[in-house]
């Protein structure tokens, strides 16, 4: 029986790491070693930075209610727990949105949470 040699299957492999750094500097580039480093830890700060993602919407999210309910003399949790004993089940991202879009459907959700109370 033949020898079967892996040179395409190890051509291929390389190729697609070496396209995965095609834009880094210098040897990361170049060098199938040095891509391959490169590249694997891009995965695991891409991996990372997709889960802080999450939470740094959710603090930015936080953040502009906080201030939206502030001229109303309330804070952030007082609010939130407001809505929560109303029934007003609304997320985060929506109440921003509407904090920065609709400013008097807020007041009505802010006087709502405040009589809840």
Do not use: C
Not at 32 to 38: E, S, T
Not at 56 to 72: E, G
């Amino acid at each position: 029986m033949a020898r079967i040699k892996g040179a395409m299957m190890t051509r291929k492999r390389r190729n697609k790491v070496l396209k995965l750094a095609k834009s880094y500097w210098g040897s990361k580039s170049k060098h199938f070693k040095m891509a391959k480093q490169a590249v694997k830890k891009s995965g695991v700060y891409a991996y990372i930075g997709r889960k802080q993602k999450k939470r740094d919407f959710r603090r930015l999210w936080i953040a502009r209610i906080s201030a939206a309910v502030k001229p109303y003399d309330m804070n952030y949790s007082r609010f939130m727990n407001g809505l929560k004993k109303a029934g007003i089940e609304m997320n985060r991202k929506s109440l921003s949105e509407l904090a920065i879009n609709d400013s008097a459907a807020f007041a009505a959700l802010v006087d709502t949470a405040k009589k809840a109370l």
